[in-house]
């Protein structure tokens, strides 16, 4: 599986962006597909995932959405009234056995894209 992360950019704080991560290889349908993220000087963490149905780390539950298009083979990840703690680099990641309970762990995933940077200034 390759995974393709794009979207990223520098935006104003309160504004949204969308992030796309574009999968080949496998279907998505049949895949766990997550967003994790790195700031500077923080250790990655866990931001939302997605099979049948979604999971949000707290930090971002009601401000971002993730989604997936089966037909176009993506998982989009709609960020809106971002602030400058969401300034990161935004990684995606895919594994075909993440059970619900491994769903934040980077670990439980077997296939990751390169980041794409978000920077939200104040």
């Known amino acids: 599986v390759q995974l393709q992360a794009s979207g990223g950019g520098l935006v104003q704080a309160g504004g949204s962006l969308r992030l796309s991560c574009a999968a080949s290889g496998r279907t998505v349908s049949r895949l766990v597909v997550a967003w994790f993220r790195q700031g500077p000087g923080k250790e990655r963490e866990f931001v939302a995932a997605?099979?049948?149905?979604?999971s949000y780390a707290d930090s971002v539950k009601g401000r971002f959405t993730i989604s997936k298009d089966n037909a176009k083979n993506t998982v989009f990840l709609q960020m809106n009234s971002l602030k400058p703690e969401d300034t990161a680099v935004y990684y995606c990641a895919a594994g075909s056995g993440v059970i619900l309970s491994s769903m934040s762990n980077g670990a439980a995933y077997d296939y990751w894209g390169q980041g794409t940077q978000v920077t939200v200034s104040s």
């Open positions: 997605i099979k049948s149905y979604p």
